[in-house]
């Protein structure tokens, strides 16, 4: 197909002294205060001192391009940061560079909101010159291989228990402000749907949904935060294990990494709650192949 395929994601620092120029970046060129600057550093430090995000990505792209590739569909992925190196605004060039004159862009991100996958749609257009056609996928959020690929993650994640059949599935997904809700954004009904699609694969009536990650704003953010559900103890009465399914997420990154790893873990484990989360999709074959389904979709071919 004469059309390459552009893969999204938020972006990260490369190194701890990135720190500072990346927030400033997110806050739209508004220099954050030290204090901020230190608790992000902090953060990093607890995971490495970097995410693996790039990398993920990257993989993420070179897995997709070889299975469009070998099933007849000839392009080429590219991927793009939102708020980090490489910029959409910089990949852009280079793709019709190349001698591409569409475009299929896909957010890493499950789910839309108004507010994070429109601000990945407003940069592609800035970025994209006339004589470029732009094919912009909103959301996935209802495909079937990618609850299979969650699936997957999910029976992988309940061997770690001794009861499996016993533990309290509790699905999350970064927070926004709650103001979104004003605006009748798709967001949360999203989410829900997810969850009742991976449920049901795996035969579960009874789970649950939190929100993390939630930004240090004076916004009030969608709830329930996933600490004041443990703290809370909202799941069913009786339960020991609990098992987290960040469904809004795709890849290892920071919120995977330190909110999940280590912030929930450390709170869990003083509270006497046995705490483990399933694995990120990151380039697994099922997830994979949702993606090249999309493309193959978006492209109007059937190989």
């Avoid at 972006?11 to 954050?32: A, C, Q, V």
């Avoid at 991100?109 to 994070?116: K, L, R, T, V």
Wanted: one cysteine or more; charged letters at 20%; glycine letters at 8%.
């Amino acid at each position: 197909m004469n059309a390459a395929v552009l893969l999204m994601a938020y972006g990260t620092p490369n190194s701890l002294n990135d720190i500072e120029p990346y927030l400033t970046d997110i806050r739209g060129g508004r220099k954050p205060r030290p204090e901020v600057v230190e608790d992000l550093k902090g953060r990093y430090l607890r995971i490495g001192g970097r995410s693996p995000l790039l990398e993920i990505t990257k993989a993420q792209a070179q897995a997709l391009e070889k299975q469009l590739n070998s099933g007849g569909l000839e392009t080429r992925v590219y991927i793009g940061m939102k708020h980090w190196h490489p910029y959409i605004r910089e990949v852009i060039p280079q793709i019709v560079g190349d001698g591409y004159h569409r475009i299929i862009s896909i957010v890493l991100a499950p789910h839309y909101s108004h507010m994070s996958i429109g601000g990945y749609k407003r940069a592609l257009e800035v970025a994209v010159t006339g004589g470029v056609e732009l094919d912009f996928v909103e959301s996935w959020y209802n495909h079937p291989m990618f609850h299979r690929a969650v699936q997957e993650k999910i029976q992988k994640g309940l061997s770690q228990f001794a009861s499996p059949e016993k533990v309290h599935l509790l699905f999350t997904a970064h927070s926004l402000p709650e103001h979104i809700l004003a605006e009748n954004d798709p967001y949360p009904a999203q989410l829900e749907s997810s969850c009742r699609s991976v449920a049901a694969l795996m035969g579960r009536k009874v789970w649950s949904f939190a929100y993390q990650s939630a930004g240090q704003t004076d916004d009030k953010w969608l709830g329930p935060d996933l600490l004041d559900y443990l703290r809370e103890r909202q799941f069913p009465s009786g339960v020991a294990d609990v098992l987290v399914v960040p469904i809004g997420f795709v890849a290892d990154h920071l919120e995977i990494l330190f909110d999940l790893d280590v912030e929930a873990q450390e709170f869990a484990r003083s509270i006497g709650v046995n705490l483990k989360r399933t694995e990120s999709l990151n380039d697994s074959p099922t997830f994979i192949s949702a993606l090249a389904d999309i493309v193959r979709k978006r492209a109007g071919s059937s190989v």
